[in-house]
């Protein structure tokens, strides 16, 4: 086991000496010691990083610019989200007024029967919950047991693609079937590879934890971003409701409504299903950006603060970290860098939405190759969001570490990977599949919850079954929300080293020298 408290500094100005254990091994049990011990600041020169390169050291080491970024992007993002609240404030004074539609909880009051109501709004209520109360479970289970939990995760990521690839070809949906074969292959490939890489990751991820039990605030961030996105999704599961029950054809509120009572209503609204989906659809897509936002102002909060303080400056007992670093990254994130967060965000957002649409075209699909041309188009998509979101983290740190835009981050980020090799890579990503793969298990949990809940309490707007679908597709989409958001405060600080380690290898010498080696 690594003593982390030995007395250790590499030389200035050059490489780190041989002076940390070249073996050493990491035991994630107790209370293990988290970092080491120094009595002088980390160099500050040195030709370690890709920034040392920048003209008048534009940025410096843990020393972001107190400026503006991206201000276009901050900009269309507070636009969509002021456009968001008026949508909301429009539709659910509308539902207010005319009692909700009815609906409450449980299989006695089911409410009007023509769409949406209360009912469901309390149903994905419930959902939020159980997403929130899983997502801690979950990352209970992480600190515990992170070696079981890595392996567990990696055999059951690529027995899921197996299955898949087996489904499709029983089901003769063949456009599928070849590319999930196609990823299947390459996982079994590769799976070997990751094996052995398991004992490093799972040192990798103790050590983030231990750093995150030495600083609470990671986790004080990580709950205050899941309230904050389980309130986003309360918000945004009202809204959507109160959307159908205002412009559904049919529903009291409608001019066009036929019913003999309010045949004419004073101020009624015009209803369609054109309506209806044109605004669920800007719903949705605020939603989403709203939420990538979010998570990702999370990360930069924990990235710049504890995770960066602790690799740049040690352990706080030290008295070399600044004062109050959660805080003041946080200001930076939700202040001067929201325009750069939300720039990368809006990137994944659209992608989403653009996977979304691609299969919606499959399903609608009059002819099988009008349907495999969408198939393909989906699944490309989809292999290019999940890209662009495991680029976009790192940029995020760049960010928050070095106040740099999100073009300047991304190009710097681009040449980490290049130089980096795949081995720290897929380290990293091993960490990865366990958090992410927790954020699937709970949208699972979410949807199989609400599906429970509809077949118990049978509401009136559900007798042929009509919104099952929507709902558990809404109901999985909290859960997995609220996972990924806790998650990622975790997989924040793993990531926070990797980029530490490209910009200033020799830190991680005096850090970790178990990990360093």
Same mark, same amino acid.
């Given at each position: 086991?690594?003593?982390?408290?030995?007395?250790?500094?590499?030389?200035?100005?050059?490489?780190?000496?041989?002076?940390?254990?070249?073996?050493?091994q990491y035991n994630p049990g107790g209370s293990e010691p988290y970092a080491q011990q120094y009595q002088q600041p980390p160099p500050q020169g040195g030709n370690y990083?890709?920034?040392?390169?920048?003209?008048?050291?534009?940025?410096?080491?843990?020393?972001?610019?107190?400026?503006?970024?991206?201000?276009?992007?901050?900009?269309?993002?507070?636009?969509?989200?002021?456009?968001?609240?008026?949508?909301?404030?429009?539709?659910?004074?509308?539902?207010?007024?005319?009692?909700?539609?009815?609906?409450?909880?449980?299989?006695?009051?089911?409410?009007?029967?023509?769409t949406l109501n209360s009912h469901?709004?309390?149903?994905?209520?419930?959902v939020t919950g159980v997403g929130a109360f899983f997502s801690i479970c979950y990352l209970i289970l992480v600190r515990m047991f992170t070696s079981i939990i890595m392996k567990v995760t990696l055999i059951l990521s690529i027995a899921l693609n197996i299955a898949l690839a087996v489904y499709m070809w029983i089901t003769k949906?063949?456009? +599928?079937?070849?590319?999930?074969?196609?990823? #299947?292959?390459?996982?079994?490939? /590769?799976?070997?590879?990751?094996?052995?890489? !398991?004992?490093?990751?799972?040192?990798?991820?103790q050590v983030t934890m231990d750093v995150a039990n030495h600083h609470k605030s990671v986790y004080f961030v990580a709950v205050c971003g899941l309230i904050a996105q389980a309130a986003l999704a309360v918000w945004y599961v009202y809204t959507v409701t109160a959307t159908y029950a205002k412009w559904t054809p049919g529903n009291p509120t409608c001019s066009n409504y036929s019913?003999?009572?309010?045949?004419?209503?004073?101020?009624?609204?015009?209803?369609?299903?054109?309506?209806?989906?044109?605004?669920?659809?800007?719903?949705?897509?605020?939603?989403?950006?709203?939420?990538?936002?979010?998570?990702?102002?999370c990360l930069a909060t924990v990235a710049g603060g504890p995770f960066g303080g602790w690799y740049y400056f040690g352990p706080?007992?030290? +008295?070399?970290?600044?004062?109050?670093?959660? #805080?003041?990254?946080?200001?930076? /994130?939700?202040?001067?860098?929201?325009?750069? !967060?939300?720039?990368g965000s809006l990137i994944v957002t659209i992608l989403e939405l653009m996977r979304l649409l691609a299969n919606a075209a499959q399903n609608d699909a009059n002819d099988a190759f009008a349907a495999i041309l969408?198939?393909?188009?989906?699944?490309?998509?989809?292999?290019?969001?999940?890209?662009?979101?495991?680029?976009?983290?790192?940029?995020?740190?760049?960010?928050?570490?070095?106040?740099?835009?999100y073009i300047p981050a991304a190009r710097d980020t681009w040449r980490l990977f290049k130089d980096r090799g795949i081995d720290a890579l897929i380290n990293d990503s091993l960490v990865g599949i366990t958090l992410n793969f927790g954020g699937y298990i709970v949208g699972i949990l979410s949807a199989l919850f609400g599906y429970i809940y509809l077949r118990s309490t049978k509401p009136s707007y559900n007798s042929d079954g009509q919104y099952t679908?929507?709902?558990?597709?809404?109901?999985?989409?909290?859960?997995?929300?609220?996972?990924l958001t806790l998650g990622s405060a975790i997989e924040a600080g793993v990531s926070t080293i990797f980029v530490g380690l490209g910009e200033d290898p020799q830190i991680l010498a005096q850090r970790a020298p178990a990990l360093f080696g």
């Open positions: 086991m690594a003593d982390y408290n030995q007395q250790y500094y590499p030389p200035q100005g050059g490489p780190p000496s041989q002076g940390y254990p070249p073996n050493a990083g890709y920034n040392s390169n920048e003209k008048n050291g534009e940025y410096e080491r843990f020393k972001p610019k107190k400026r503006l970024n991206d201000p276009i992007f901050l900009f269309l993002f507070i636009a969509q989200l002021a456009g968001f609240a008026v949508v909301s404030a429009l539709a659910l004074k509308s539902w207010i007024s005319e009692g909700g539609l009815g609906g409450g909880v449980g299989g006695k009051s089911t409410g009007n029967s023509v469901t709004a309390y149903l994905l209520l419930l949906y063949y456009s +599928g079937a070849i590319i999930f074969t196609i990823i #299947a292959i390459f996982s079994i490939l /590769a799976f070997w590879g990751f094996w052995s890489r !398991i004992p490093l990751a799972t040192m990798l991820l019913g003999t009572a309010n045949a004419t209503i004073t101020g009624a609204t015009r209803c369609s299903s054109g309506t209806v989906a044109g605004l669920v659809f800007f719903e949705t897509f605020s939603f989403l950006w709203t939420s990538q936002v979010i998570g990702n102002v706080k007992q030290d +008295g070399l970290m600044p004062k109050h670093p959660t #805080a003041s990254a946080f200001v930076r /994130a939700s202040t001067l860098s929201l325009g750069s !967060i939300a720039f969408a198939c393909v188009a989906a699944c490309c998509i989809s292999c290019i969001e999940g890209l662009v979101e495991y680029f976009n983290r790192y940029a995020y740190i760049e960010i928050a570490l070095y106040g740099k835009p679908a929507p709902v558990l597709l809404f109901a999985f989409l909290i859960g997995l929300q609220c996972s």
